[in-house]
């Protein structure tokens, strides 16, 4: 169990919604995942629907029928502006106060633009919102936003759709030394389960993921990969894992166990 603002969740996989073959797959897979949060784009959706709100509203409402907690985000904004008017529309139509803060900077990256983001995370922290920010993994840009009122931070650990996983694990460990007592979600650029995995073990607490689920082959199967790595990264770090070490450990104590093999043996004649 854990905690995120006012709400204690089991799973620890929040789930993108964007992109999925159909809308029954996507059904499938968020069923599969066990997800406890979807995350879902209201400017990509609208957008899609080009012009026809009404499709738009179709696929909110399916969203919604799923009863899994919904995470509006602010995907494809680039300006403060864009961002904030974004996050008060998915207010009204998910009628929740949270948030996925993105503020694109970098056209080729999709780097978030910390500056703008930091700036609106202020400004919708003081309209009530609760926000949970997608950035870098720079600590000073991580303190900033804990000073604008987020009680969350969601580093990246890769460029978004990159599915390179875990490019700097040590900055990532840094951050999580650095954020000891905040929740922490990777978010982006996650691949595979193993980089799933890989990111639990060094003690973030979830990871938010959506090209790697909807991107797959099969997502439904993929998807549910993913809720079981996820979960096995958190059983694991919670077990203490072993830091590698320079020198090789027997692990199987050998003194001793010939002794007690060998002396009947050489007694009684055989070999
Ligand atoms: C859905 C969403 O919020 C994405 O913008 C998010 O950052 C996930 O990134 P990946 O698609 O790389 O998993």
Redesign the pocket.
Known sequence: MFTLYDTTLSSRLLL???RYPSPAILEEAVRRSGAGIL?V?LRRELAGAKGDKSRGGAFFEMIKALGVRVLP?T?GCHSVQEAVLTAKMAREVFATDWV?L?VIGHHDT?QPDVFALVEAARILTAEGFKVFP?TTEDLVVGEKLLEAGCKVLMP?C??????MGPVNPAALKAYRAAFSDVPLIV?????RPSHATAVMELGFDAV????????AGDPAAMAQAFGQAIAAGRTAYLADPLEPRDMAVPSTPVIGKAVFDMAPAAASGRA
């Open positions: 993108g919604t964007a995350t784009s985000n995907a996925k993105e999709l997608y990246w890769a460029p978004i759709g990159s599915a978010d982006a650029g996650i691949g938010l993921l959506n090209t790697a689920v909807s991107g």
